[in-house]
Structure formats: structure tokens, C-alpha cells
């Protein structure tokens, strides 16, 4: 969901489409090659498993950089929002299922049509965490700014010790990074950079070197016949790279640049992922492109070509989709928005 903002500069809009693409890559490799399956221990060494997990070392950090973003420059809390970041997701949950039904891909039930309609239970596993910082924005907005630097630095290494450290085993509290508290964190390090951190030098530098730091770490496992702690070492509250997507942040941040498309088409990015990561479209890019990529690409330089391609072609179609569905779905908006009643509660933030 994009966050109400102060006016940015097209440098951070080019950062929203680069993660984009990043995730997308990432479920390409992790999912269609099996990456993730180094967690439960049944992946299958391939010729190309030391670039997969360098290549996934680089981009892992995308999410985290994500919600820094959201932290650096504060959620905005809106009624309208809210409303029309549930449409959103709610219009590519049913019409989705609808269309792989309609195609043959998926069976018609009334069950199955019936889930589309819970997607904050069972879908997307970033959007019921995001809004519930969404919701929570108001309340950490207000009590991060009435902090001095001294007590916000306290607050954010108690969280780090609370739920950080332990990062490779993981614990109940972060939820190896995928939940709230997480993002809570990050958030919180976002308005501390705000406040206190104008510039990083060498940005790109350090964000390699973690990088490299997270790719020695899990390679080293991975030798040392440690496939689970391999995995575990891309929890999302893993603090090198925490520290990497800060990192990140700071490299683009440091380029000046405005552009109008650039703009335009970071307005479409969050469409992007609902749609690739819809359950039936995420399970036909694992199940069926990828397998069609492996059983036809055996050269290693060609394989990744090919998910690079297919990730630019999944990037245009959902940016597509989401310029589509904003065609459809802002009139019946701007209608929604016009009844009194409605106006009355949207104003209530």
C-alpha cells in the first residue's frame, strides 16, 4: 500500500520500482528454482546454487526497505486510504480466482470463491502486517516524536535485544521478522535516520558489503552441511540485513532526479504484487513457467536471462492490471466518497 507522503522526489519512486522487481526475482528463484526449500531441508543442489544464493543475498532486503521507506517518511493515516487499499485487494482476489476458474486452471466452488473475500486470513502475508502498521501509524507517529535522540536510541536497542539478536533460531516475538514487531522496529529506526541521519556516504558501499557479509554467512552454512540455518539466515529480522536495506535507502536517496513516468508508474507497484503473488497466479508461475524455463534452459547464464526477462514481463503486466483496475475502481471511489456518510467517517482520522 503507498503511504500518504510529503512530496518525494523521483529518486525514491525509482527505489519503489526497483523492490518491486527485487520481490519479484526473488519468488522467482526462491519458489520456481526451490531456494527456500534449503529451510526444510529437501532442496536439491543445483550447478547454480552459489549465484542463487549470492543473487538472493543482494535482493532479500526489498520488504524491509519497504516498510523503512514508510518509516522515513511517516504514514499518514486515512480513512480513504484504508477503504481503497481493501478495494484493491479485494478486486484482484476475486477477479483473479474468477479468471483462472473461467480458464480451466482452477476448479469453481463456493468455498473457493468465498476465501477470495478473506484475504487479510488467507492471501498475501505482507498486507494484514502492513495495515496493521497502517493502523498503528497514528500512535507510533506520535510517540516516536515526542522521544529526544537519547531515548529513541534505548527504545531501539531493547527491540533489537528483545527479538534481534536471536534472529537465526528466531523467536516467538518477531516471528523470524514476518510480523508486526518487525516492522515496528524498522519503523522506529526509519524516524530515528529521519530525524538524526541527513547522509551516508558510500551508501551503495555499504549496502553491498552487507550484502556480501549475508552471502558469506549463508554460503558458509550451506558448506558446513547447515541447509535450515542457511535459510534462517534470510529471517527478515536478521540485523545485517536490516542494516542493508538502510543502506539502500540512503544509496537512492542520494540521487537527484524527477520524472513524471517514474512517478506514475511507482503508483502502479503495489498493483504488481497483488497480482503476482495471488495464490493462483503465484502457484502457475512456480508450477508451470518456472518448471517450463528449468526443462528448456540448461546453461546457467541463460536461466537467470530467462527469470530476469520473465520478471520484467510479470512487472508489465501487473503495472498494466493496476493502471486497468484504477480505471475501473476510481469512479466507483469518487461515488463512494461523495455520500455524506461516508464522507463523515473518512473524516474521522
Not at 159 to 182: C, E, P, Q, T
Amino acid at each position: 500500500m503507498k503511504s500518504e507522503k510529503v512530496q518525494r522526489d523521483s529518486n525514491i519512486e525509482l527505489l519503489r520500482i526497483v523492490l518491486m522487481f527485487m520481490i519479484i526475482v526473488h519468488h522467482l528463484v526462491t519458489r520456481g528454482l526451490k531456494l527456500r526449500e534449503l529451510g526444510s531441508g529437501t532442496y536439491t543442489p543445483m550447478s547454480s546454487t552459489t549465484f542463487q544464493i549470492l543473487l538472493n543475498s543482494f535482493i532479500i532486503v526489498a520488504v524491509n526497505t519497504y516498510v523503512f521507506i514508510s518509516g522515513y517518511f511517516e504514514i499518514k493515516f486515512k480513512i480513504k486510504v484504508l477503504i481503497s487499499f481493501l478495494i484493491q485487494c479485494l478486486f484482484y482476489s476475486i477477479l483473479l480466482y474468477l479468471i483462472f476458474v473461467w480458464l480451466g486452471l482452477n476448479v469453481w466452488s463456493i468455498k473457493g470463491f468465498a476465501m477470495t473475500f478473506y484475504f487479510l486470513y488467507k492471501g498475501w502475508w505482507f498486507v494484514p502486517v502492513y495495515l496493521t502498521l497502517y493502523a498503528l501509524s497514528p500512535m507510533l507517529n506520535k510517540g516516536l516524536a515526542g522521544m529526544n535522540q537519547k531515548q529513541l536510541i534505548c527504545m531501539i536497542i531493547v527491540l533489537l535485544i528483545l527479538a534481534h539478536i536471536k534472529f537465526v533460531m528466531g523467536n516467538f516475538i518477531s516471528d523470524r521478522g514476518f510480523g508486526i514487531y518487525n516492522f515496528i522496529f524498522i519503523y522506529a529506526v526509519a524516524h530515528y535516520c529521519r530525524n538524526y541521519v541527513k547522509k551516508v556516504d558510500y551508501a551503495w558501499l555499504w549496502y553491498t558489503c552487507c550484502s556480501l557479509l549475508i552471502f558469506a554467512m549463508a554460503y558458509g552454512l550451506y558448506l558446513f552441511g547447515k541447509p535450515k540455518i542457511t535459510w534462517a539466515v534470510y529471517n527478515y529480522n536478521n540485523p545485517v540485513m536490516i542494516l542493508s536495506a538502510v543502506f539502500l535507502f540512503y544509496t537512492f536517496k542520494n540521487i537527484s532526479i524527477r520524472s513524471g513516468l517514474i512517478n506514475s508508474i511507482a503508483g502502479l507497484v503495489f498493483g504488481t504484487y497483488l497480482f503476482h503473488e495471488q495464490r493462483d497466479v503465484c502457484l502457475y508461475l512456480r508450477d508451470h513457467v518456472m518448471v517450463y524455463v528449468q526443462d528448456t534452459v540448461h546453461n546457467d547464464i541463460a536461466l537467470f536471462a530467462s527469470i530476469f526477462l520473465l520478471a520484467v514481463l510479470v512487472f508489465i503486466a501487473g503495472i498494466s492490471i493496476e493502471k486497468i483496475r484504477q480505471y475501473i475502481c476510481d469512479p466507483v471511489l469518487n461515488y463512494l466518497y461523495s455520500i455524506k456518510w461516508v464522507q463523515r467517517v473518512s473524516d474521522l482520522n
